[in-house]
């Protein structure tokens, strides 16, 4: 009865298939509880069915108990799964622990390994967080976009505007919240305080609409308003940087006065601290109606400013675009001559124009960077199965004590990760010294510089990638050391010695190999490519002499507001002739001269459109352009250009009826003229008659990998302008008379400040800056690719070695020539290096076209290169094979038998 009672109540109770033994447990509990209780009730002379139906009422609600129960004994098995599972952790990682510290070498050699990798690619990813991810201080960046007018048939891909244009572009164009413009001028304006030493702040001339444009509120005070625009009153907007080094940081600074230019100026606003635009350097932020003709020229042709608007909401960057593109089409219609041909318009985010330049080749560097974790990773998992064969025996007995797979490959993988979150720590460590590396590398160029910071985002990035490096480096190798299929045969051959490696252990450590060799070839293609590139871009020739030539920049701070602008001009011209009179006699020094900005310095030069007199007017807007250089006598000698034909810049514009004379590039006498002498010829600028004076050598203007376009050296006279750039010649070490010539210079101009007095080497180191940094990084990248490969080369042939030790003294014994063992070890460590080079070899084909954009005079798949890399791998392949395989050919026979 007691039977059927009980089976009755488990009836009562029975779980659903899909409950687990936690819920039969709780029904028999209770079906036992049930049955106690009606035995009970029927022993005190209750029938059977009363009884049991008593028993059931005082348990009430069966099916809640049986709930709570279930709930009850889950959570219990819950915890007491967690805590197993926990103290099995926690004993794994004693385990892993103690496995490290048995094996110091092997750890040590892991660690290093990591770190390098894991801290040259967090320093890489550090670099394009701050450059390319980090948010713009501008809000809704989004919205805003860089504007420029093009004139396709003068070749003009991105033009400026003039100040009387812009007026137009604020009122014309609608979709738009803001239109503005700005303007960085070479030099800037000089500050200085009373007892101070005078210094140039950099200077951005802007218009209304260029802190609407940008969006981005003045930290304190506020930014220029629009009765300051339409005044050209003298108030400034000031850099966080120039607001805590210059003012000290003062909080009362709005409404304070501080001289620059010589006036005095009222502080309106200071920006934010990460505010840096449109340059990174810029100090002080006025209104562009400040700036004179005699600077930047008058009228609507005179074009020096860049355009910047804020798009409306729902407005996309086409349909602005489009607008502007109808908006000047409309102005070269209504003035042909100042705005003929600029009938197109280009359109990009501010993000593009900030980072454009260096975007591909940060991507191309974090690419390479990743591609040195994935030849650190096959190194270190090569090291891992190599250590997995040799505990072959450990995980043997491990499985034979009833250690599940899953329980071994979780204690090779805990030991991996640990091992890896160690290198993780080492490699923000090496990081953080890379980066400091990286930014000095990069000097002035790199955009956004000040952003790059290890921050917690940074962290994240190296934790996670440790995590995946120790998971991809511990997974594979932990998988094949806990395969038990030969764990019976391993036990058995424990006493006879070492146990020999399997041949799909060796072709999985081969196999490994041949991945490292392939990424490795990749990489020191690519780093062959960019150092052929660097080579060829320093030497070429830039058309001057940099040896020996001391640059010294600024401008001349004299009080010209005289009331005859003539008599003005030509004070401020005398002044200069003066300055190099008085340089010239400094001793040391051959020659002097000066024009408005030297070569590859931040503005070169003005280009103008120009007309042939006695020839066929070209269509307005479409007239070829020229370079106009102000230059004094003397320039091109202190330069180094040479003179080809004629003779120099005159000292002024002669008399008022005669040309001006001009020195012309070759490149401009051969096109304009060609086929004939150009000396003696005429152009003509707004008005202004050039003679050809003569012919000098093409300069590289802007850039060292293209040389300008038509370029003329003209008498200062005609361009007068208070920017400065003195050259002079020295006979030694022009660093050493940077000194006397700063004196000589304030000998004229007492107080005198300058932008700069450096060697004109400098410059041209500056301008291969970027190349030269991307040069080094993939070149390092490679370097560290090609050393893990014959690391991990070595590694496996010497491993093959040890474990074919009685094999080869069998081979020996038997008579085989040193040789011949030599070759078998040479041809089993070669065979991976062979297929690894040949797919790396494909792969680099694909791969540098990536390059292109940061080649100079070199092909992405330049012969030259691709063989001398294969050459350079397989010769370091063959040593790292040939170093472990002279032992083979020294084992002892006789000794080694024994052992066995």
């Keep these: 009865m007691t039977t059927r009672r009980f089976r009755g109540v488990r009836r009562l109770f029975r779980l659903p298939s899909a409950e687990q033994d936690v819920g039969a447990a709780v029904d028999e509990e209770l079906a036992f509880h049930v049955d106690m209780a009606t035995d009970e009730l029927i022993a005190a002379g209750y029938p059977p069915d009363d009884a049991r139906r008593l028993a059931m009422a005082r348990f009430g609600d069966l099916e809640a108990v049986r709930a709570r129960c279930q709930d009850i004994s889950s959570h219990r098995v819950t915890e007491m799964h967690r805590s197993d599972r926990w103290a099995s952790v926690a004993q794994d990682l004693r385990f892993a622990a103690r496995g490290i510290r048995r094996s110091p070498g092997f750890s040590a050699i892991v660690l290093l390994t990591l770190a390098l990798g894991i801290g040259a690619t967090t320093a890489m990813f550090s670099v394009v967080r701050g450059v390319l991810l980090r948010p713009l201080p501008f809000p809704e960046t989004e919205r805003v976009v860089r504007l420029w007018p093009a004139n396709p048939a003068a070749d003009v891909a991105k033009g400026e505007v003039s100040h009387t244009e812009m007026r137009d572009w604020e009122t014309d164009l609608t979709r738009f919240t803001a239109v503005g413009a700005f303007r960085v001028l070479g030099n800037g304006m000089v500050f200085g305080e009373a007892g101070a030493e005078p210094t140039f702040a950099r200077t951005a001339y802007v218009t209304k609409g260029f802190f609407p444009a940008v969006g981005t509120r003045a930290a304190v005070g506020r930014t220029l308003s629009t009765e300051e625009h339409v005044a050209a009153a003298h108030a400034v907007v000031v850099s966080h940087a120039f607001w805590e080094r210059q003012l000290g940081a003062d909080s009362g600074v709005v409404g304070r006065q501080i001289r620059l230019g010589g006036e005095s100026y009222t502080v309106t606003g200071v920006m934010p601290r990460d505010f840096a635009y449109p340059e990174a350097d810029v100090a002080v932020w006025v209104p562009a109606t400040l700036l004179g003709d005699d600077d930047v020229g008058a009228g609507r042709a005179a074009r020096w400013l860049t355009p910047i608007a804020r798009l409306k909401p729902g407005v996309t960057l086409e349909q602005g675009r489009?607008?502007?593109?109808?908006?000047?089409?409309?102005?070269?219609?209504?003035?042909?001559?100042?705005?003929?041909g600029y009938v197109s318009a280009v359109a990009e985010p501010v993000r593009d124009?900030?980072?454009?330049?260096?975007?591909?080749?940060?991507?191309?560097?974090?690419?390479?960077?990743?591609?040195?974790?994935?030849?650190v990773c096959a190194n270190v998992a090569n090291l891992f199965l190599v250590r997995g064969t040799a505990r072959t025996r450990e995980i043997a007995l491990r499985g034979a004590l009833g250690a599940s797979r899953g329980q071994v490959v979780r204690l090779l993988v805990i030991e991996s990760l640990m091992l890896s979150l160690v290198g993780g720590v080492l490699g923000v460590l090496t990081a953080w010294w890379s980066v400091r590396t990286l930014l000095a590398l990069s000097g002035d160029f790199l955009p956004r510089a000040a952003d790059v910071r290890l921050d917690a985002g940074v962290l994240a990035f190296a934790l996670g990638i440790s995590l995946l490096t120790g998971v991809v480096v511990g997974l594979w190798p932990a998988l094949r050391a806990s395969l038990t299929t030969r764990m019976a045969s391993t036990l058995r051959e424990s006493g006879r010695g070492s146990v020999g490696?399997?041949?799909?252990?060796?072709?999985?450590?081969?196999?490994?190999?041949?991945?490292?060799?392939?990424l490795a070839v990749v990489l020191v293609v690519g780093a062959g490519l960019m150092l052929r590139s660097f080579q060829q871009l320093t030497s070429a020739d830039p058309g001057f002499r940099a040896e020996n030539a001391l640059l010294a920049r600024f401008?001349?701070?004299?009080?010209?507001?005289?009331?005859?602008?003539?008599?003005?001009?030509?004070?401020?011209?005398?002044?200069?002739?003066?300055?190099?009179?008085?340089?010239?006699?400094?001793?040391?020094?051959?020659?002097?001269?000066?024009?408005?900005?030297?070569?590859?310095?931040?503005?070169?030069?003005?280009?103008?459109?120009?007309?042939?007199?006695?020839?066929?007017?070209p269509p307005q807007g479409e007239e070829p352009r020229v370079l106009l250089m102000p230059a004094t006598q003397g320039y091109l000698k202190a330069l180094g250009v040479p003179l080809l034909a004629g003779e120099d810049v005159g000292r002024t514009a002669g008399d008022s009826t005669a040309p001006a004379k001009a020195v012309i590039s070759r490149r401009m006498a051969e096109q304009v003229w060609p086929g004939r002498s150009a000396i003696g010829e005429t152009f003509e600028y707004r008005g202004i008659t050039f003679r050809v004076a003569g012919v000098a050598g093409d300069v590289r203007s802007a850039r060292l990998d293209s040389i300008a376009g038509f370029t003329a050296y003209v008498p200062d006279a005609v361009m007068p302008r208070s920017a400065m750039s003195l050259v002079a010649r020295t006979s030694g070490d022009p660093a050493r008379l940077a000194g006397p010539i700063r004196a000589a210079i304030r000998e004229i101009i007492p107080g005198q400040a300058f932008l700069e007095v450096v060697p004109l080497t400098n410059k041209v180191s500056d301008a291969a800056s970027t190349q030269r940094l991307f040069t080094v990084l993939v070149t390092v990248f490679g370097s560290m690719a090609l050393m893990l490969a014959a690391i991990g080369l070595y590694g496996v042939v010497a491993y093959v070695v040890r474990q074919r030790e009685r094999e080869i003294a069998v081979r020996v014994a038997l008579g085989a020539p040193p040789a011949r063992v030599m070759g078998l070890m040479l041809r089993q460590g070669m065979t991976?290096?062979?297929?690894?080079?040949?797919?790396?070899?494909g792969g680099a084909l694909a791969v540098t076209r990536l390059l292109q954009s940061l080649l100079y005079g070199v092909s992405t798949t330049d012969p030259l290169t691709f063989v001398g890399v294969a050459t350079l791998l397989a010769a370091v392949a063959l040593l790292a094979s040939w170093l472990p395989s002279r032992r083979a050919t020294r084992v002892q026979p006789a000794l080694t038998l024994r052992e066995e």
């Design 832 to 841: 991976p290096v062979a297929v690894g080079l040949a797919v790396g070899l």
């Design 501 to 518: 490696a399997g041949g799909s252990a060796h072709r999985a450590r081969a196999a490994l190999v041949a991945a490292e060799v392939a």
């Design 322 to 340: 489009q607008e502007v593109e109808t908006f000047l089409k409309g102005l070269a219609t209504r003035f042909p001559e100042s705005n003929g």
């Design 353 to 375: 124009t900030i980072v454009g330049s260096v975007r591909r080749g940060l991507l191309v560097m974090l690419g390479a960077v990743l591609l040195v974790l994935l030849v």
């Design 555 to 617: 401008s001349i701070q004299i009080d010209d507001n005289d009331a005859n602008r003539e008599a003005a001009i030509a004070r401020r011209i005398a002044v200069r002739q003066s300055i190099i009179d008085r340089v010239q006699q400094v001793p040391g020094v051959i020659a002097a001269g000066a024009t408005k900005n030297a070569p590859l310095t931040q503005d070169p030069g003005e280009s103008v459109p120009f007309t042939v007199p006695g020839r066929p007017a």
